[in-house]
C-alpha cells in the first residue's frame, strides 16, 4: 500500500471517529498525578443558601487534604456562582465548557472535574490514583452511571429499543473529562456553532452529544464516584465522592401558614383529577383555606373558583398569571411568604417543600423549582421553571411578575402562550434569581433513572398517565417514604406510540388519556379495564399521610 493510501486511509478513520486518535495517544510520564493536576469545577448558584454550601465545601475539602498531608494551596477550584456573565447557563454544560477553554486556570490541568455543591470527595489520594490509571492525554469521559428503565420524552426516546444500554454521568457524584478531551469537544462545538434550542437534562445530553459527534464515543462508568449513600455504605463501597440524599433543613421547617397553593384545572378535570389530587396531598390544605383550585368555572361542590380567564387548549400563560394576581392580593398583609402554583395532575410532598424552603429567604425575590432552559447552549436565553413540577415563588417575586404584566413590561402575549416560558423570560427581565432543585420533577417517576430518585428525596412528580398515581405518591412522597426502584419496567415508546400518546399531556388543559396502571407495566386500558375503576380502586384504600 502506497504512503498516499495510508495516509487517506488515516484521514477516513479520523473523521468516522474523531475520539480514536486521541485514545491511542500515550502521555508523556510526569510521575504521579497531583493536586495541581486537577481544576475542580463546582456547578454552584449565586443564592444566599447555596454560596453558603460552596464555601462549606471548599473547606470539607480542604479538610481532607490536611488529614492526607497534601498541600492545600494546590488546590484549583472554580464555583460557577462567582463567574459572573461568562459562567451565565453554565448549569447547561455547554456554555460552561466554552468558559473552561477559555480559562487560564482549566489550561493548566491535565483534568477537569465536575461537580455540584454538596458533592463530597472522602479522599483526594484515591481520586488523584483512579484518574491517573487514566491516559489524560487521552479521550477519557469519566462518571458514575446512570441508566434510563423506560424511552422517556425527557430524552426525547433516545435509544428507545434499549434505553438502559446508555450510560450518562450523575452530576452529583462528580465526573471527568481529560483536558485533551475538552479541547476536543470545544473544536467540535465550534464547528456545530450550536443554535438555540431546549436543555432538560443537562447530564443526559453532554453524554448523548458526546456519543453523536465522536462515533459512537461513551462514557466509561466508574463505581468509585458515588451518590446517596450513608457514611457506612460509602466506606464499605470504597467511595471516593459521595452525596447527601436527604434534605437539608435551615432551622424550623416553614409551616402551611406562610404558603399559599394555587392549582390550575379546568372542568373537564374535576371529576378526573381533582380527586386524585385531593385524595394524594392537597385535601388538607384545601379545608385550611390554604389552596385555591382555579378553574374556568366555578363549582362549590369541588370547591373551584373560575380565574375569569376561559380555558385553553395549551399554553396557559393568561391563568397563570391570574393566579399570580389573585394570590398577591389574598396574601396581603398576611404571613405567606411563598406562593406555590402547580399543574392539577402535580404529586407533591407538603412536609418536605416545607423543609426545603427552610433554606430561603421568603423575603427576598426568588423562584426556586425544577429549571429547564431556552437557548442556554448557544450561551444566551434563558432560565425556567418547570409548570407540571410546581413553581415556587417568594411573594416578593410574585410582586414583582404582577406589577410587570400590569404596565406592560413583561408579561404574556396571548393566553395560550406558554405559561413556563414567558415566566421565564420575565424572571430573566426582572433579574429574578431562578434556582434549580432537582426535587422537583416534571415527568413522572418512571420517566427517571432509578439510581438517580435512589439519591435524593423526592419533593414532587408530575401526570397521571401511565402510572397508579396514588401508589406513586404513597412510594415516592409520603411521609416516610424510601425510594428503592430498582426494577426496570416494561413500558415501551411502542406501548405510547400504539395507543396514539405521542404527547401525553403537558399541563391542565391539554387532551390526554388519564391512564393509571402501575409503576412497572402499563395497565388499565390496555388489558381492557375501565381507567376510572383503577383510580377507585386505589384510592378506596388511600388515605393521606401527612400532617400540618
Not at 486511509?9 to 486537577?38: E, N, R
Request: glycine letters at 8%; hydrophobic letters at 35%.
Amino acid at each position: 500500500m502506497t504512503f498516499a493510501a495510508v495516509l487517506v486511509l488515516g484521514l477516513l478513520a479520523a473523521v468516522a471517529c474523531p475520539a480514536c486518535s486521541l485514545k491511542k495517544l500515550v502521555c508523556d510520564s510526569t510521575g504521579p498525578l497531583q493536586v495541581k493536576d486537577v481544576l475542580f469545577v463546582v456547578q454552584s448558584q449565586a443564592n444566599p443558601y447555596h454560596e453558603k454550601r460552596a464555601s462549606a465545601l471548599k473547606k470539607s475539602w480542604q479538610k481532607v487534604l490536611k488529614q492526607e498531608d497534601l498541600a492545600v494551596d494546590s488546590l484549583r477550584v472554580i464555583f460557577t456562582h462567582e463567574g459572573g456573565d461568562n459562567m451565565e447557563g453554565a448549569w447547561a454544560v455547554f456554555p460552561l465548557m466554552s468558559a473552561l477553554l477559555n480559562n487560564p486556570k482549566a489550561m493548566m490541568a491535565k483534568w477537569i472535574f465536575i461537580c455540584e455543591d454538596t458533592t463530597e470527595i472522602l479522599s483526594f489520594v484515591r481520586l488523584l490514583t483512579k484518574l491517573g490509571e487514566h491516559q489524560y492525554c487521552a479521550a477519557q469521559f469519566l462518571g458514575h452511571a446512570l441508566r434510563d428503565r423506560e424511552a422517556s420524552i425527557t430524552h426525547h426516546y433516545a435509544f428507545a429499543d434499549n434505553p438502559s444500554s446508555f450510560a450518562y454521568p450523575d452530576f452529583a457524584s462528580g465526573w471527568a473529562l481529560s483536558l485533551a478531551f475538552l479541547k476536543r469537544i470545544g473544536e467540535q462545538m465550534k464547528e456545530d456553532r450550536i443554535q438555540s434550542g431546549f436543555t432538560i437534562d443537562a447530564q443526559h445530553e453532554i453524554a448523548k452529544y458526546i456519543y453523536d459527534k465522536f462515533g459512537d464515543f461513551r462514557m466509561t462508568p466508574v463505581d468509585w464516584l458515588c451518590s446517596g449513600k450513608s457514611p457506612g455504605e460509602a466506606a464499605a463501597a470504597e467511595c471516593i465522592t459521595n452525596f447527601r440524599k436527604e434534605l437539608e433543613s435551615c432551622g424550623s421547617p416553614l409551616q402551611a401558614k406562610n404558603l399559599y397553593f394555587g392549582v390550575k384545572t379546568t372542568e373537564k378535570f374535576h371529576k378526573s383529577r381533582l380527586p386524585v389530587l385531593l385524595k394524594t396531598w392537597a385535601q388538607p390544605l384545601v379545608d385550611g383555606g390554604h389552596m385555591t383550585l382555579y378553574s374556568n368555572v366555578t363549582d362549590e361542590t369541588v370547591p373551584t373558583v373560575d380565574c375569569g380567564v376561559p380555558n385553553t387548549e395549551h399554553g396557559h400563560c393568561g391563568k397563570l398569571y391570574a393566579i399570580m394576581t389573585d394570590s398577591v392580593e389574598a396574601t396581603k398583609d398576611t404571613d405567606r411568604s411563598w406562593l406555590v402554583i402547580t399543574d392539577d395532575d402535580t404529586l407533591m410532598s407538603v412536609p418536605r417543600l416545607l423543609t426545603l424552603l427552610s433554606c430561603y429567604d421568603g423575603n427576598e425575590a426568588v423562584a426556586v423549582g425544577e429549571v429547564y432552559g431556552y437557548g442556554a447552549n448557544a450561551g444566551h436565553g434563558y432560565s425556567y421553571l418547570t409548570g407540571g413540577g410546581g413553581f415556587i415563588l417568594s411573594r416578593p417575586a410574585a410582586v414583582k411578575l404582577v406589577d410587570a404584566s400590569k404596565t406592560g413590561v413583561c408579561g404574556c402575549a396571548t393566553d395560550d402562550s406558554p405559561d413556563d416560558m414567558f415566566l421565564g423570560m420575565c424572571l430573566r427581565a426582572l433579574r429574578i434569581p431562578v434556582i434549580h432543585r432537582p426535587e422537583f420533577h416534571q415527568a413522572r417517576p418512571g420517566e427517571y433513572a432509578a439510581e438517580y430518585l435512589n439519591r435524593q428525596t423526592p419533593v414532587s412528580f408530575h401526570r397521571h398517565t401511565f402510572h397508579d398515581p396514588y401508589k406513586s405518591y404513597d412510594k415516592y412522597l409520603s411521609s416516610g417514604a424510601e425510594v428503592n426502584n430498582d426494577e426496570t419496567p416494561a413500558v415501551s415508546v411502542e406501548a405510547f406510540a400504539d395507543r396514539g400518546y405521542g404527547n401525553y399531556g403537558e399541563g391542565e388543559g391539554d387532551e390526554e388519556v388519564d391512564f393509571p396502571g402501575g409503576d412497572e407495566e402499563i395497565t388499565g386500558s390496555a388489558r381492557g379495564v375501565d381507567s376510572e375503576e383503577i383510580i377507585e380502586d386505589s384510592a378506596s384504600s388511600h388515605h393521606i399521610n401527612f400532617e400540618l
